[in-house]
């Protein structure tokens, strides 16, 4: 029989994934939720819901609304904490052999370095920094728009957490390089990019004259924001030597690819799986389909052609 | 034979759409697969283009056949009201947890749109031999779908039926027909209402709830209500833990 190579193997620089197609946080729950759909095994890894010290109750408001090109989403964090992650989610990612890497979110410096230290203590191979999160009121986002506290994040978790560690960035943000440059020096493995844009919808309603109506805030996801993204993945590329993980409005292959030229080595789906919940599936197959069409040897080669 | 799926994603095909009220309409679907489904679960639908899925309760079930009675609201319904016989159209589900069937004398009050779920409960009911009574409030009777049999219709205007809204007859729907179970399906403000009312007569009342959503699957927690469970008030998904919800476990606004 002949050795089957895996032909879309993707390399981050401290973690091998079977394929670059991976799923973003707070749209894959926490394991095996997507089995309804696909066979979540076959992904790349997928991020899981982000995960805090303790539990966290989210936003009491409107949560989500649906925008021009996408969606408004202000869940606040809503998550079972480490505890019961590690005690009753993990065992299901393991016994269907999903591979994920766990969202990592916090309020002070000490809550993201208490949970990635649990993170470590329970073998858990690949952490995503959530310090990008723009729907709570304090921590998260305040260390993803300053590179010193950052650097200072990121080299403290570093340090209590010896896995694949990658952090995700926000595009909410003047000069997304110098913080790009300031988690590499801090010892990431990659960055992941983007988190939401900060955005509002004012629905609009008049019964009898009066105008009634609701300004929903928080974070904009979905095809509208594909372009920003990409933009991003070019600068950062430019800016940091260590592994981009592209996300943002990812539909379809063409997206991918587009991710690949832009400099990304892997990729999250994370909107799109709302709408078409097989998705990332899809785009597995479609990938290997078009590597073998078009004569690549692998992945790696692919990414070269793009990138030339 | 139609043999099962396991996975919940379908391209089904379109069989029938027609108008049924003047703002609801009646769209069947074919699968390729046999799925079971119980009343009050929901299926969700790609609106071409749309980033979110629309969830609809499922108005009726046979075998295959999958039909779902919506009232015309927006980009989304208009995509699915523009369908034609034969068209694909792309379905998850059945999402959610339907109805708990209790062998009790049950009376089913729908209002508006919320007399799809209802319907599909009433058929449910008399399948097993189970005493009903199903009433529905309109606007007037101009909305009231013309593919379904109901007891007894109230309408606002009076048009046809008692006036006045549903609620207003409550207390003398619940003395004369004595139920002992009701279920409904409805705008908030009336689920509400008929859950305080059951209440003071110690009813048992399963409502159908309604909520933007964006996975169907429980995981994003974008469409949470306060539900009280063991003295504690938790978040709850309307998607998956719900749609149906006891009327007593509901914190109402």
Known sequence: ?308 | MLQEKTKKIYKAKVVRVEKVSSSSYLIETELPYKVEIKAGQFISVYCDGLTLRRPFSVYSHNNNIIGILFKERGKGTNYIKSLKTGDEIDITGPLGNGFNIKNKKSLLIGAGIGVAAMAFLKSELDKNGIENLFVCGFLNKHEIPNCINIDKIYTDDGSVGEKGSVLNYLDQMINNYKPEIIYTCGPYIVLKTIAETAQQYGLEVQVAMEKVMACGIGVCRGCVIDIKKNGEIVNTTVCKDGPVFLGSEVVWQ
Do not use: W
């Open chain 1, 1 to 308: 029989m002949a050795v089957m190579t895996n032909i879309l193997q993707t390399d981050l620089n401290g973690i091998i994934l079977k394929n670059p197609i991976m799923t973003a946080s707070g749209t894959y729950g926490y394991n095996n939720e997507y089995d309804d759909f696909i066979n979540v095994s076959s992904l790349g890894a997928i991020v899981t819901k982000a995960i805090s010290l303790n539990p966290r109750e989210g936003n009491k408001h409107t949560r989500i609304t649906e925008t021009e090109a996408g969606m408004i989403n202000s869940i606040g964090l809503e998550n079972v904490g480490v505890e019961k992650f590690i005690n009753e989610k993990l065992p299901v990612l393991k016994s269907e052999n999903i591979d994920f890497f766990v969202n990592v979110a916090g309020s002070t410096l000490d809550e993201y370095c208490q949970v990635a230290k649990i993170c470590d203590e329970n073998n858990i191979k690949a952490i995503e920094l959530n310090v990008s999160c723009p729907n709570v009121k304090s921590g998260c986002l305040e260390f993803g728009v300053d590179e010193k506290s950052l650097y200072e994040l990121v080299s403290s978790v570093r340090k209590e957490y010896g896995g694949f560690l990658t952090v995700k960035l926000t595009p909410n943000v003047t000069s997304i390089e110098k913080l790009g440059v300031a988690a590499q020096n801090a010892g990431a493995n990659a960055i992941s990019a983007i988190n939401t844009l900060k955005g509002s919808k004012i629905k609009i309603s008049c019964i009898n004259g009066r105008v009634q109506k609701e300004i929903i805030t928080g974070g904009y996801s979905g095809r509208g924001i594909k372009p920003v993204a990409i933009g991003i993945v070019i600068r950062l590329s430019k800016a940091v030597d260590i592994p981009i993980i592209g996300i943002g409005g990812i539909e379809t292959l063409e997206d991918v690819l587009e991710f690949l030229s832009a400099g990304a080595d892997a990729v999250q789906i994370g909107t799109a799986n709302f709408t078409h919940p097989d998705i990332a599936q899809k785009l597995v197959s479609e990938l290997e389909e078009y590597i073998i069409k078009n004569g690549f040897k692998d992945l790696n080669e692919l990414k070269k052609e793009l990138r030339k």
